[in-house]
């Protein structure tokens, strides 16, 4: 089955830090384009940080300075450090790749979301 499987969240005081993960399961990275994006109660879903198609990345300016977004190709796996979190800080954290191929099939799948991971800042 290909998903992204996204792990490391939970609860942190403020100016805490966190690492999440996203491991492709079943599948292999077949995009450079991917990213990091979160939805707090309430707000619409939103990015946080990513890997543009011309191999740079790009942040939301709330996360600059702070957050890190990296990845492994050979364990086709992403992350996400976040340093020094605020409560605001606060969501569910989605990865999402452009592509991914199959590993039984060799079939491409597009936009695959992981399923989320919740991040609680708070004291």
């Known amino acids: 089955q290909v998903q992204l499987v996204e792990s490391g969240g939970g609860l942190v005081q403020p100016g805490g830090s966190l690492r999440l993960s996203c491991a492709a399961s079943?599948?292999?990275?077949?995009?450079?384009?991917m990213g990091w994006y979160r939805q707090a109660p309430g707000k619409q879903r939103e990015l946080v940080a990513e890997?543009?198609?011309?191999?740079?990345?790009n942040y939301a300016d709330s996360v600059k300075g702070r957050f890190t977004i990296s990845r492994d190709n050979a364990k086709n796996t992403m992350y996400l450090q976040m340093n020094d979190l605020t409560p605001e800080d606060t969501a569910v954290y989605y990865c999402?790749?452009?592509?991914?191929?199959?590993?039984?099939?060799?079939?491409?799948?597009?936009?695959?979301w992981g399923q989320g991971t919740l991040v609680t800042v708070s004291s």
């Open positions: 999402n790749v452009k592509a991914l191929i199959a590993q039984m099939t060799g079939q491409t799948h597009l936009g695959v």
């Open positions: 890997f543009t198609s011309a191999g740079s990345t």
């Open positions: 079943g599948s292999i990275f077949s995009s450079r384009v």
